[in-house]
């Protein structure tokens, strides 16, 4: 299989298991529609081995773990199980790793399919296959994320409790339980309490404030507390209260001449991409709506002269097809004119239905270039959209010439 490629499933029970060079934590989730566990109980891994439709089995290091699924019987309002793994080792990632997974009849052990993610680097955890149902059909889908903040991360995008890091003796590491108990120390859980948290899945620490820069996929910060106001290389998850937030957003470009009376012409653009890099297509203002109309430009200011916004860039997310989960925002001076005669450069991103300013990343440092990446916005895999300023100068004078370094920013 290849990313994003899908088989049908001709039994309701399958086996996914996955090999690697090294040795591999596998592990299971089953999600509702919003992509969300239910509690912490729909995490299956090998201190939680079984769950309603869901058992894990380990390999014991000589054999590889597994994830068997029963689709007839996963309760209801389940419609989805991912697969999940990261290398056993702490801190190791997938550098010179190549994971298989392999999908089998659960009956008779046939292979139904396999699957091994092209191009990993410094993820140290990975979704690597879905089984999920569509159009009441059961189905497995090849997926192939990455994260580079481990297992935690993937808990935390789909609804797991993580414990956060606290000042205690250190403890040694066994197999345990990667929750947290329901209720903090004062109100203590009905059940009996878990055990201690395995380190391999507690949450990076707070960032100490003011946040510094982060890298896309670190540091991650959202906008529960409001509006917010990005630094170079920071990314902003659009989500309020752990759910998804916008269907529908406004990326807004604006410009100055640095020099009064002097009219500058810049382009700004969107490119849209596939999970594997790949050039879906290009919004400019020579194309004013790609992708059945879910992206869409205002057209062309040829002063930058005005307050508000010069261009903006309407993005219907909800729209957009599958093969759209990266976006990256661009702006040109198809004249020639270089970035150190732009005064205050920025991109916000905008509630198209409220008109809301969510996310505003100021360029404050301008290069003698002709062409720029302001932002990107990446589909995480959990449905979530994440932002992240860029601030990267090259040189191109029309979007054609941003495509490949816009690719490689993702």
Not at 173 to 202: E, F, G, I, M, S
Not at 253 to 260: D, I, K, S, T, V
Request: proline share 10%.
């Amino acid at each position: 299989m290849t990313p994003g490629s899908n088989i049908p499933l001709p039994t309701a029970r399958v086996t996914v298991d996955v090999t690697a060079p090294v040795r591999l934590d596998v592990s299971g989730l089953l999600l509702t529609a919003d992509g969300k566990v239910r509690s912490d109980d729909d995490f299956i891994f090998y201190n939680q081995p079984a769950g309603p439709g869901v058992t894990y089995r380990s390999g014991g290091g000589t054999a590889p773990d597994a994830i068997t699924v029963d689709t007839s019987a996963l309760p209801p309002g389940i419609e989805k199980i991912v697969v999940t793994a990261s290398p056993d080792a702490a801190g190791q990632t997938f550098q010179g790793v190549e994971p298989t997974a392999t999908i089998r009849d659960a009956g008779d052990n046939s292979v139904l399919a396999t699957f091994t993610p092209p191009r990993l680097g410094t993820e140290t955890a990975l979704v690597i296959v879905e089984v999920y149902l569509r159009n009441g059909a059961w189905k497995a889908r090849a997926v192939g994320q990455g994260y580079a903040n481990g297992l935690a991360g993937i808990a935390t995008d789909f609804g797991v409790s993580v414990e956060e890091p606290a000042p205690a003796p250190a403890q040694p590491v066994t197999p345990a339980q990667p929750v947290v108990p329901p209720a903090p120390p004062a109100h203590p859980p009905v059940t009996p309490p878990a055990p201690p948290t395995d380190p391999r899945l507690a949450a990076p620490p707070a960032p100490s404030a003011p946040p510094a820069p982060a890298a896309a996929g670190t540091g991650k910060i959202n906008l529960d507390k409001g509006r917010v106001s990005l630094q170079k290389n920071q990314t902003v998850s659009l989500v309020k209260g752990g759910r998804p937030l916008l269907s529908q957003v406004k990326m807004g470009l604006g410009w100055e001449p640095a020099y009064r009376g002097k009219d500058i012409d810049l382009d700004a653009s969107v490119i849209a991409y596939g999970p594997q890099r790949n050039h879906v297509d290009s919004c400019y203002f020579g194309k004013l709506s790609i992708v059945n109309g879910a992206i869409k430009h205002s057209g062309d200011n040829l002063t930058g002269e005005g307050g508000g916004d010069d261009e903006v860039i309407v993005v219907d997310l909800g729209r957009l097809p599958q093969e759209v989960t990266g976006l990256v925002f661009t702006v040109n001076s198809f004249s020639g004119q270089k970035f150190t005669e732009v005064a205050k450069a920025y991109c916000r991103l905008i509630d198209a239905a409220s008109g809301e300013e969510l996310v505003r990343f100021d360029l404050t440092n301008a290069e003698a270039q002709t062409g720029v990446m302001m932002a990107k916005l990446i589909k995480q895999y959990s449905g979530e959209w994440e932002m992240t300023a860029l601030g990267t100068f090259v040189k191109s004078r029309t979007v054609r010439g941003m495509v490949k370094p816009s690719a490689q920013s993702l």
